[in-house]
């Protein structure tokens, strides 16, 4: 015979129902402060990469052997605001001559004058030393003088054989800057 407390005779057990309780709690506690970490980072590595310094890849070789085409080089966005645009510095800006970001070296700024006499730069009219450029690959080579205007600067790819720049597309506005790059400066 059979009672309610079992075949045995002893009372038979419940299973156990688990009641959320301080050990669920935590794990719930310990998931939303991950998850509002990982938001936080997510946040500001966006508004690093939006207002402070951003990754670029260079898609020509206009910089060579400077920038190598393909490079990844980082935009330091700051900068123009900031007023630290001056010769020798690298810049991103917006081409003039189709809009896409574009990379080259200030030569000069607003005031200065320009000219490129059998290969060497002359900045008010005194010879600048490019250590990075290969001279002998861009013989011949003339231009100027042209002075820059209020608000703008002159800039030139360190491969001036194959650079398209300001000799081509006069000078470039300030306001056309993106930013200089941490990588590549003189």
């Excluded at 980072?41 to 190598?68: G, H, K, N, Q, Y």
């Excluded at 690298?90 to 005031?111: C, L, M, N, Q, Y």
Aim: charged share 20%.
């Amino acid at each position: 015979m059979s009672t309610p407390d079992g075949p045995r005779g002893g009372r038979r057990r419940l299973p156990r129902c688990r009641l959320p309780g301080p050990s669920t709690g935590a794990k719930d506690g310990t998931r939303a402060r991950l998850l509002a970490a990982t938001v936080v980072a997510v946040l500001a590595l966006l508004a690093v990469r939006s207002w402070l310094v951003e990754p670029f890849t260079v898609s020509s070789d206009s910089m060579a052997p400077t920038i190598p085409q393909g490079s990844v080089v980082f935009l330091y966005k700051p900068a123009a605001a900031a007023g630290w645009i001056r010769n020798g510095v690298v810049v991103a800006f917006a081409s003039p001559a189709d809009g896409r970001t574009a990379i080259k070296r200030v030569i000069a700024v607003e005031g200065q004058s320009v000219a490129i006499r059998d290969s060497e730069l002359y900045v008010d009219d005194v010879a600048v030393a490019e250590p990075f450029i290969d001279h002998s690959r861009i013989d011949a080579t003339y231009f100027g003088p042209e002075k820059v205007p209020a608000g703008s600067i002159f800039v030139l790819g360190d491969n001036r054989g194959v650079s398209i720049d300001s000799r081509h597309f006069g000078a470039v506005p300030l306001t056309a800057i993106q930013g200089t790059l941490l990588t590549g400066q003189k």
